[in-house]
Structure formats: structure tokens, C-alpha cells
């Protein structure tokens, strides 16, 4: 089942994350930003984060008053989470089965939000009629995903030299299956929330600079550290170093780098990020 493998995904390159959450809070603040000017999280609101990774919306929920719960397929995650919002809960389970209310006993949720969580769904319409079951009347959703993978560099920029080398290439995944680009088609996202039962379904593009800048260098180790933790990057130094051994492995990272400073711009790793930001409501 789709679900089972993204939790092993999720569960084996968690450290990654975890390792380079710095890096990733920075590159996508803007998407961050947007969620939150949207969702309002303000004090005596009860938020549901879906996916929610190492707690970048519960830490900013909670600095808003808002009480906070997180649920994410990886105990890694999830751990990171609690550690960096104590006053959390932080749940592990599959959000499109598991009943919320009973896991996270308290009134029904205010606010459900995602950044970049909700993509991974086996049945992504299963799930989010799952999460308004477990929404208040009225309450509001609010959350990113990718547009298609074609408009985001970041899945491809230096990445794309280490997946040319893996035998075999990895094989794009078919127009809508669990992954990053899941909802790449806004008409199809919009059935689904309003098969789900969402009303009042809003699909807004939203384009941002992922700006590997932040910390005053010029990103290229930022972005190979984060190429190397997730995903391709993992899968690659596991098949490759033993094949091509340490040194050539190091070559390779050069090729990456190579190409990384081929796309600065005025110096900083720059490129730009396009996603959905998608609103709705549980109806009265």
C-alpha cells in the first residue's frame, strides 16, 4: 500500500530532515509565511498540523497561543517535533485512517494545515474527509503543496547529476500517485476537497524564491547538504559509493557543486518555487 511505503520513506530519510531543518525552514519561509497569514493561528485556537514534520507550524502556532497538535507517519519527525515545541502533542499515525478526535481527545480543531503534508495520501480524498471529521464547524484549511515538479527546481537542481548516475534511474512517478507533485493539477486537487466535503475551495499559486543565501554564504553547501540527506541524494550514496568508491563519490559531489555554482545568482544560490496554497472550510 502507498501509505506503508511513504512511512518507511518518511521514517528512513527522517534524520535527514531533522539533520538540515534549518536549511529547509529558511528556503521555503515564505511558503511558511503565506500558511500563516491565512490560517490566523491566534490564541484560544485548537490547530491541527497534518505532516508536520520537525514543528515549524507548531512552534509558530504555539507562539501564537493557539493549542497545537501534530500528526506525521514518522516517529523521527514527530520526535524532532516534541523536542522543538514541548507544549505540542505530537501523534504518530496515518492521518487519512486514524481517528484525531479520539487520538487528540479536546474540543474538534479550529484550523487543519500543512506545509508540504498532505501530498502523500493513498487516498488522498479518504483523507481529507478525514480530516474534516475531525474538524469543527466552520473551521478553516489551510495548506501548500508543489505545483509540478517541471516549475520546481528543487527537485531537480544538482540532484538530477546524482540520479543520472543509478542504475536504474528512478522513473517518474504517474500524474497524481503519492509524491511531492501529487496535486500538480489544481482542477483535481479542487475535486477531491470538494468531494471530501470542503466547501468554499480556494487554489491560489503562490511563487517564491528558494534562497539558499540566508546564512551569508552562497548556498551551495546548504543545497548539497540537503541534496545528500533526502531522497535521491540518500539513495545514491548508498548504490554509488560502493561501486565507484569514496573518491569517486567525492568527484561526483564536485560535478554537484559544479552545477550548483552554475546557477547562482548575484552569487547566492537562487532559483525559484512554485506551489498551490490551498484554502477551504468545513462547512456549519
Same mark, same amino acid.
Given at each position: ?16 530532515? @531533522? $539533520?538540515?531543518? $534549518? @536549511? ?5 519561509? /515564505?511558503? &511558511? ?16 498540523? !497534518?505532516?508536520?514534520?520537525?514543528? &515549524?507550524?507548531?512552534a ?7 493549542e !497545537? ?22 501523534? =504518530? ?11 487528540? /481527545?479536546?474540543?474538534? *480543531?479550529?484550523?487543519? =494545515? ?12 479518504a483523507?481529507f474527509?478525514?480530516?474534516r ?8 484549511? =489551510? ?11 528543487? *527537485?531537480?537542481?544538482g ?15 504517474? /500524474? ?6 501529487? *496535486? ?47 531522497? @535521491?541524494?540518500?539513495l ?9 568508491? %569514496? ?8 560535478? @554537484?557543486? %559544479? ?5 547562482? =545568482? ?7 518555487? $512554485?506551489?498551490?496554497?490551498? &484554502?477551504?472550510?468545513?462547512p456549519?
Open positions: 500500500m502507498a501509505n506503508e511505503s511513504m512511512r518507511r520513506n518518511w521514517t528512513d530519510g527522517a534524520a535527514g530532515w @531533522v $539533520a538540515n531543518q $534549518a @536549511v529547509f525552514d529558511a528556503v521555503f519561509a /515564505p511558503v &511558511t509565511a503565506a500558511i500563516l497569514d491565512a490560517a490566523d493561528l491566534a490564541a484560544g485556537r485548537r490547530v491541527l498540523d !497534518v505532516g508536520c514534520g520537525t514543528g &515549524t507550524l507548531l509558530a502556532g504555539t507562539a501564537a497561543g493557539a !497545537v497538535v501534530g500528526v506525521d507517519i514518522s516517529e523521527g519527525m514527530a520526535a524532532a517535533a516534541r523536542e522543538r515545541v514541548p507544549g505540542a502533542a505530537v501523534l =504518530v499515525a496515518d492521518a487519512q485512517t486514524a481517528d484525531l478526535r479520539e487520538a487528540a /481527545p479536546g474540543a474538534a *480543531f479550529d484550523r487543519v =494545515v500543512s506545509r508540504f503534508g498532505v501530498m502523500f495520501f493513498e487516498d488522498p480524498e483523507a474527509a478525514n480530516l471529521r475531525a474538524a469543527a464547524p466552520g473551521a478553516r484549511l =489551510v495548506f501548500a503543496c508543489w505545483r509540478s515538479l517541471a516549475e520546481n527546481p528543487m *527537485f531537480s537542481l540532484s538530477q547529476v546524482l540520479a543520472d548516475r543509478l542504475d536504474p534511474r528512478p522513473e517518474p512517478s504517474a /500524474p497524481g500517485a503519492p509524491g511531492p507533485d501529487a *496535486f500538480a493539477d489544481a482542477d483535481r486537487l479542487r475535486g477531491l476537497l470538494g468531494g471530501a466535503g470542503w466547501t468554499g475551495v480556494r487554489i491560489d499559486p503562490l511563487d517564491f524564491t528558494c534562497d539558499y543565501g540566508f546564512d551569508g554564504t552562497d548556498g551551495v553547501e546548504e543545497r548539497l547538504a540537503q541534496i545528500r540527506a533526502v531522497g @535521491v541524494g540518500r545514491a550514496e548508498e548504490q554509488l559509493v560502493p561501486r565507484i568508491g %569514496a573518491d569517486g563519490w567525492e568527484a561526483l559531489l564536485d560535478e @554537484v557543486r %559544479a552545477e550548483l555554482r552554475g546557477s547562482l =545568482v548575484d552569487g547566492v544560490l537562487r532559483f525559484p518555487g $512554485a506551489v498551490w496554497l490551498a &484554502t477551504a472550510a468545513n456549519a
